[in-house]
């Protein structure tokens, strides 16, 4: 396996694949001749993104399937994601059943602050038990809609329940999705 991209190698990444332009390319170009190791990264990299055209010239081949998937996952594995950062993409999503028609998937767990950051689905017609929080639970509804009782949520609406509060079976008629941060323990 290749090794991470250091981020003093941006600069011959993006210029190996024509990312910079105009000015910042030549300025680029400039550095080239009088920087060896500059221009020795600028190398490697074209020459391993080189290898990635497997199509031949004037060919209407289509990338082997799952190849991108591949090549997304190297780049994570490898390091690629911005510094202090982490990313969960959505093709190796691991759900799971909390109730019929209910699944969740877990997005960050922070034990220091005893928090989980959640996506829950909902299919249509799906019902979430009662209960009670010991921390606010907050929900955003990416889509679809969501029902307590009385309070009807939509697409892009915002939801609180505080601490010590307890509120009505989750509801959906039509199925959705919601980002929700909560407790732990919950």
Known sequence: ????????DFVAVEYALGLLRGEARA????????????????DHWQQTFAELDMAEPDSDEALPAGMFDSILARIDAEGMQL??????RAGSANWREISPGVMSRVLHIDRAKNRQSLLIR????????????DA??????????????????????????????????????????????TSLSH
């Not at 510094?83 to 969960?88: A, K, S, V």
């Not at 909902?122 to 929080?133: L, Q």
Request: glycine share 12%; proline share 7%; with cysteine.
């Open 1 to 8: 396996m290749s090794e991470p991209v250091k981020p003093e």
């Open 27 to 42: 300025r680029v170009r400039e550095q080239l001749e009088s920087d060896d190791r500059l221009r020795a990264a600028a």
């Open 83 to 88: 510094p202090g950062t982490r990313t969960r």
């Open 122 to 133: 909902m299919a249509p017609g799906a019902v979430y038990h009662s209960h009670a929080h």
């Open 136 to 181: 606010d639970e907050e929900a955003f509804i990416v889509e679809g809609d969501l029902s307590f009782g009385d309070l009807k949520l939509g697409a892009g609406d915002y939801h609180i329940a505080g601490a010590s509060t307890r509120h009505p079976p989750g509801r959906t008629i039509g199925g959705c999705l919601v980002h929700v941060v």
